[in-house]
């Protein structure tokens, strides 16, 4: 997560050095052009080539600036906005550093990336950059196109185009306004519409399957009915390797039952179908295998899922009460009631019945007949059944425990336990029968607890849906038809629970880089107005982020959400330097619709190569398909869409609504004075 930090961080290291070294190469060409060589006709008043012109160094004669002098100022000029504006892409990062869980170990990384190379591009670009920029930059050639050759030739026809362009959407300002709008409402009720999830898949080169076998299921049988999965799933010409593990020891900090087995399936590097449509096709031929139910995940997502959820399946509904056999009712009930959910798949109701079980019950009157105990009777019990240390043999230096017990086709024979003879009072043996019912029966084989309260469990996997829909529709039918008696309730569990907490921590980190969006534009302009008239920009910004997510298949996870999170900082950059430069040549003693003009105009190039840098420092993040790419893909696809409409905007809009924003101001300071006049 590191190197995807400085994979998006590369693209923005560049905009601070990008706008000082523009604004030095459009000062120095100013300076030289304030005395060009005159046009026919025309008188100059300069008799110094432009080559000395631009290289002086002293004082120059007649008021002009020397190179040096021309330099500062411009470094001077847009230094301030470069550094709010740098700033603000720190501080939006800054909140991922209070996210917890699994995402915050992700993406904490990342944002370390993100504020460090971004704090090192500002040092670099308001001390070493203007320095640079005054040893080897030169103005633009001078002559009678002296306008145009400042750019190249692509700059100069995309303002030729623009120019123009700008100039109808100022004299149809309100149309323009109202278009802006009229295309972010529905955007944004559109995002509404987008599915959500906790994490993007992660293509691993692997599956992990999970099976299931009822729980009277012997380990040969479990072994035989897996052998059929293998099989199965090796007829895939996608398949490289199957390996099985059953079970785990009591002993583990993760024990797992011996019908329980873990199916890594790995798959090869060249595959002809994606892993999505793989599964399915898994799916389908092992439905075909009877009595295994099977759950799809990957091996790196299911240490993550069962960590975080305590199990790998997408949703588990937890159904919580006192007694067994209502909890197993109302767990066939609840999957009855999922199954025709679309996109739920892998579903599979926890078994609590079914495992043999010898139940052995004492007759108290019988023992007491014979002078016994139960106690001695159970003492008997468990010496016969799970044995007894009764001493210790050596040979050599190693030691042996001698246990005692019954022999093993012994201990589960009814008639042999039946014939247990057991020591009396006054040295009569008497058989087990004659002291306890003995009888064989079934029972639950593990009786899960949370919450102070015995539980049973539905598992299901998502797939062709969002994750978050997917809950929210089963959670209301189950809260529709399920009937719950007294003392009993039920919750959701399992990924969907994960990132709801993911969601939440999101969401006041949303908050709070808004809030430091605000805070930094008003101390960088010192007028509430003009910091509003910039973060205009956030609703278009987000227009293009959600249009991406929504033409790219996404949705929102973690990882597009920290992407919005960026969008944030990097939105508003153009618009901080726009009305900068605005202000600055209104103190020139400019009017305000010549200096928005010139500043639109002359904020076209950095604009763009600001923005374009952006975008090509995450385009490798969306176009290649390497392993990991996937979990930042959707943070480049709501970057780069959210860059396209963020510049359209500023190039275009955002102009109207400053306009707008000073006709107010103007307004209301004309009916102050007004009133000051007329007390």
């Avoid at 550094?83 to 869980?101: C, E, H, K, Q, R």
């Avoid at 529709?480 to 999101?506: C, H, K, M, N, W």
Wanted: net charge neutral; with cysteine; glycine share 10%.
């Amino acid at each position: 997560m590191t190197l995807g930090g400085l994979a998006i961080a590369v693209g923005l290291l560049v905009d601070a050095a990008i706008i000082l070294t523009e604004n030095v190469y459009h000062r120095l060409t100013v300076a030289v052009g304030a005395c060009r060589p005159g046009l026919p006709g025309e008188a100059t008043g300069c008799s110094q080539s432009p080559k000395e012109r631009a290289g002086q160094t002293g004082p120059a004669s007649g008021g002009r600036q020397s190179r040096r002098e021309v330099v500062l100022a411009a470094a001077v000029e847009v230094g301030r906005p470069i550094a709010f504006a740098t700033l603000i892409v720190i501080a939006v990062f800054t909140p991922l550093f209070t996210m917890s869980g699994i995402e915050g170990r992700m993406y904490r990384p990342l944002a370390a990336a993100v504020v460090a190379a971004m704090a090192a591009s500002l040092v670099l670009a308001l001390t070493l950059v203007p320095v640079l920029a005054g040893w080897f930059l030169g103005p633009a050639r001078s002559g009678a196109r002296f306008e145009a050759e400042e750019d190249v030739r692509l700059i100069r026809r995309i303002k030729a185009v623009y120019a123009p362009l700008l100039d109808r959407c100022m004299r149809r300002a309100g149309l323009v306004r109202m278009l802006a709008l009229a295309v972010t409402l529905p955007a944004l009720l559109l995002a509404f519409r987008i599915g959500s999830d906790f994490m993007p898949q992660l293509d691993e080169g692997a599956l992990l399957l999970q099976t299931v076998l009822p729980p009277e299921a012997s380990l040969e049988e479990v072994d035989r009915r897996n052998h059929r999965v293998e099989d199965i799933l090796r007829q895939f010409p996608e398949v490289k390797e199957v390996v099985r593990r059953t079970g785990r020891a009591e002993r583990t900090e993760d024990p797992m039952p011996h019908v329980l087995s873990d199916v890594l399936v790995v798959l090869k590097p060249e595959r002809s179908r994606s892993i999505e449509d793989l599964e399915d096709a898994m799916r389908e031929k092992l439905a075909k295998a009877p009595g295994v139910a099977v759950l799809f995940t990957t091996p790196l997502g299911m240490r993550i899922d069962e960590g975080l959820g305590g199990t790998p399946a997408d949703l588990q509904v937890r159904i919580y009460g006192p007694d067994l056999d209502r909890l197993a009712g109302l767990a066939e009930k609840a999957r009855e009631l999922m199954e025709p959910v679309r996109g739920i798949t892998d579903l599979r109701a926890q078994t609590l019945t079914g495992l043999p079980q010898i139940r052995i019950t004492v007759d108290r009157d019988a023992v007491a007949r014979v002078g016994l105990t139960p106690a001695d009777v159970v003492d008997a019990l468990r010496i016969g059944l799970a044995g007894e240390e009764i001493s210790q043999i050596w040979v050599g230096q190693r030691r042996f425990d001698l246990v005692l017990r019954l022999a093993d086709d012994r201990r589960g024979d009814l008639a042999a336990l039946g014939s247990l003879l057991i020591d009396g009072r006054d040295g009569s043996r008497i058989p087990l029968g004659q002291l306890a019912r003995i009888e064989q029966t079934f029972g639950p084989g593990s009786i899960q607890r949370e919450a102070g309260s015995r539980r049973i469990a539905v598992e299901a996997g998502v797939a062709g849906r969002d994750l978050g829909s997917a809950a929210a529709e089963v959670r209301r039918r189950l809260s529709q038809d399920l009937d719950l008696p007294s003392g009993y309730f039920f919750d959701i569990g399992g990924r969907v629970e994960t990132q709801a907490r993911a969601l939440r921590s999101l969401a006041l980190a949303i908050a709070v880089a808004l809030l430091a969006v605000l805070v930094l534009l008003y101390l960088a302009l010192g007028s509430f107005a003009e910091t509003l008239v910039i973060l205009a920009t956030l609703p278009d910004a987000f227009v293009g982020g959600i249009l991406a997510l929504w033409l790219a298949g996404e949705t929102w996870n973690v990882s597009s959400l920290v992407g919005l999170i960026g969008l944030f900082g990097i939105a508003v950059q153009n618009g901080l330097v726009l009305v900068s430069q605005t202000r600055s040549l209104l103190a020139e003693g400019k009017p305000f619709g010549k200096a928005l003009h010139e500043a639109s105009i002359g904020r076209v190039r950095p604009k763009l190569m600001t923005a374009g840098c952006a975008m090509l420092g995450l385009l490798p993040l969306l176009v290649l398909n390497l392993h990991g790419s996937e979990i930042e893909r959707p943070l480049a696809i709501v970057m780069v869409g959210g860059l396209i409409t963020s510049t359209l905007f500023t190039l275009l809009a955002l102009p109207t609504f400053y306009q707008l924003v000073h006709q107010i101001q103007e307004r209301w300071r004309g009916g102050r004075i007004a009133r000051e006049e007329a007390a």
